[in-house]
């Protein structure tokens, strides 16, 4: 663990269970409308991860961040978490409501995780990084969520499965009756 950020700096959006309000006041490089609810995490978030950086040892600049950076502040999250994931060991694992407490750790939730990095990884272009080169968007981190994911799921007993293809039938757009008899193929559709 490094850094010296503050507990409620380090949750940003993802501590806030809508208990913290962000009352914008007008700065004059800001402008007068008041930023919306995700815009406002965008803006924490981005904060937060340059905040982190700045307290690694040595510092870390922003045009020097990779991917590594991105798991390690993702990892760092976790003390922060407030999602139980239940350990192999534990007699609730797989368990979506074990019937008491246990002392598995609390860990920030996939989903959390997942729109933090969606967020961190507009802000990055936002601020002028080049698409090509986000560590938001690197393949490490699309890995990680998923790991992620998967272990949650079984550790609280939820199955995730993969959405599925949907069978769309598309009629023909036929004027006259003469095709109108021909069988029309159903296509196939990602519904994502």
């Not at 922003?62 to 007699?91: A, I, M, P, W």
């Not at 961190?120 to 986000?134: F, I, K, Q, T």
């Not at 293809?165 to 021909?182: L, W, Y």
Request: aromatic share 8%; glycine share 8%.
């Amino acid at each position: 663990m490094s850094g010296d950020i503050t507990k409620d700096s380090a949750q940003g959006s993802l501590g806030s269970s809508g208990n913290h309000h962000n009352y914008h006041h007008h700065q004059p490089d800001q402008p007068s409308a008041p930023l919306s609810r995700y815009e406002s995490q965008k803006r924490r978030d981005w904060n937060t991860f340059g905040q982190y950086l700045k307290n690694q040892k040595p510092p870390v600049a922003l045009s020097q961040c990779n991917c590594n950076h991105v798991l390690d502040f993702l990892r760092y999250l976790d003390q922060f978490g407030k999602t139980k994931v239940h350990l192999h060991g534990c007699v609730f694992f797989g368990q979506p409501d074990p019937p008491s407490p246990c002392t598995c750790p609390l860990r920030q939730a996939w989903g959390s995780l997942d729109a933090l990095i969606g967020r961190l990884r507009a802000a990055y272009e936002e601020h002028g990084g080049s698409p090509e080169n986000n560590p938001f968007g690197n393949g490490a981190i699309r890995v990680f969520l998923r790991e992620v994911k998967e272990c949650q799921a079984k550790a609280r007993g939820i199955p995730y499965k993969k959405k599925k293809k949907k069978m769309i039938q598309i009629k023909p757009n036929v004027k006259d009756g003469a095709n109108s008899s021909s069988k029309q193929q159903p296509a196939l559709l990602s519904s994502n």
